[in-house]
């Protein structure tokens, strides 16, 4: 069973930093674009940043310059790296992947999601 693991969320105060790691687990051959997204309370879940094979990157408007999305692809891994965090940044934080199967059929998978609260 192929699964995505998140880790690394947690309180921070406004300013700070935290940096949230998701790993790919399973049967699987590769993986191709890889996401971040994130859903505040009572708001629809929006892509927070992209990151596809080649490294190419993409930022929500609201992160540019705080965010930093990076790929490990020996470990199967994503991470984001937040910082100059404020309250609106508050939310849960979904991993998100495309890979490939066995078959060489490309599929998505999301992850349970982290919770990142940024209060004083």
């Known amino acids: 069973q192929v699964q995505l693991v998140e880790s690394g969320g947690g309180l921070v105060q406004p300013g700070g930093s935290l940096r949230l790691s998701c790993a790919a687990s399973?049967?699987?051959?590769?993986?191709?674009?890889m996401s971040w997204y994130r859903q505040a309370p009572g708001k629809q879940r929006e892509l927070v940043a992209q990151i596809i094979s080649s490294g190419s990157t993409n930022y929500a408007d609201s992160v540019k310059g705080r965010f930093t999305i990076s790929r490990d692809d020996m470990k199967n891994a994503v991470y984001l790296q937040m910082n100059s965090l404020k309250p609106e940044d508050t939310a849960v934080y979904y991993c998100h992947a495309n890979l490939r199967s066995r078959d060489y059929l490309w599929f998505a998978l999301w992850g349970r999601g982290t919770q990142v609260t940024v209060s004083s």
């Open positions: 399973g049967s699987f051959v590769s993986i191709g674009t």
